[in-house]
């Protein structure tokens, strides 16, 4: 059965990219599209950068129309500003705007957003409506179980902000207190999805990063599609492996070196096309050794990667690589 969101048809079991600071950037996204994700979200973006007009939010505003369906995601502890950042991200026409309830880091939970919202249901659930009213276009929401072990709310969460329009809700599986420690439960994800009350599609997250977990996580949790992070950082083909596997229920081989050299070659491009030559080559430093996981003595490669000022001189160590992986096709 088709998901839908609003009137946005995701097929089948849609795969969604996780929406990541500093990472899930055009650059990033324009390698997962080539892969097959089925929906994209921006990075988060303060409602008060926007506001003020900052430079830096308003580029996250940025969207392509290969990209779609893309979602932009907002953030911020204030009603009136959420409404008004959802007015100025609306005019940056995306297919949908997303509310980030779950960020844990304390420059954004401990100023009463992100996860914070999750200790105050009674403001979460105003500061949605207040969104869901700025906006033509459909809201969801990421979040989430709550704020800690004594406060695993997200049960009433999702019933109290479908009653205010959310038209879909992502849930990564854990709370705020756990960061990103210890292991992803997504039990009380399933636990949402059998309430009869909830009838919009809930979506899985935390720790997906294989075929196989993402097969048996979809039986197990009756989810309706997985949302993937850091899996996909460096390794963008999981999208179409696991679409590959759900199609034909094979296996699909991992990509070649010559792919990953590719790929990663067309990262670079796109970012300094949207960054600009200088930044572009800064900010994908951080991504060579993703991209080159499990290659024998690639520390000598990364080294130079990460040092060269050129793109030219990054472009020839990037070919070594492909030349001198040339006989290995898979690590
Ligand atoms: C580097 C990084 C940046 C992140 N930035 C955001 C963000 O901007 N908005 C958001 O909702 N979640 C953010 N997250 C959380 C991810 O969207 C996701 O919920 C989390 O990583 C768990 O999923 P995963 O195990 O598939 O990575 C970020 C995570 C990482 C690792």
């Known amino acids: 059965m088709s998901v839908k ?58 969207i392509f129309e290969y990209e779609r369906p893309i979602g932009i995601q907002i953030f911020g502890s204030n009603i009136d500003s959420m409404r008004e950042a959802a007015e100025i991200a609306t005019k940056a026409n995306p297919d949908l705007i997303d509310i980030n309830y779950g960020c844990p880091v304390k420059n954004v939970a401990c100023k009463g957003a992100g996860a914070s919202l999750l200790q105050n249901i009674d403001k979460m659930v105003q500061m949605t409506k207040a969104v869901v009213e700025a906006t033509h276009l459909p809201v969801t929401v990421k979040t989430r179980l709550g704020w800690d072990d004594h406060t695993k709310n997200v049960y009433e969460v999702a019933e109290r902000l479908q009653d205010v329009g ?53 039986l197990e949790y009756e989810v309706d599609g997985i949302m993937i992070g850091r899996g996909a950082i460096g390794y963008p083909w999981i999208f179409r492996e696991i679409k590959h596997f759900f199609k034909t229920g094979e296996y699909l081989a991992g990509p070649t070196i010559a792919e990953r050299v590719d790929v990663c070659s067309t990262h670079l491009q796109k970012s300094i096309e949207w960054k600009g030559e200088k930044t572009g080559i800064f900010e994908m430093r951080r991504h060579y050794s993703n991209y080159f996981k499990g290659i024998p003595n690639f520390k000598d490669y990364r080294m130079r990667l990460v040092s060269l000022e050129n793109v030219s001189e990054i472009a020839s160590v990037l070919a070594e690589i492909k030349e001198n992986f040339f006989e290995t096709a898979h690590v």
């Not at 999805?193 to 048996?216: H, L, M, Q, T």
């Open 5 to 62: 969101i609003g009137n946005i048809n995701l097929g089948e079991f849609p795969l969604l990219l996780a929406p990541m600071e500093d990472v899930s950037d055009p650059p990033f996204r324009y390698v997962c599209k080539q892969n097959g994700v089925d929906m994209m979200y921006t990075e988060f973006i303060s409602s008060e950068g926007l506001i003020r007009d900052a430079a830096k939010s308003r580029q996250k505003l940025d």
């Open 166 to 218: 959310i038209k879909a809700l992502t849930i990564h599986g854990r709370t705020r207190s756990q960061m990103y420690k210890g292991n992803a439960d997504w039990s009380l994800i399933r636990d949402i999805k059998r309430n009869p009350y909830v009838n919009i599609p809930v979506f899985g997250n935390g720790d997906v990063d294989s075929v196989e977990k993402a097969a048996n996580w979809r």
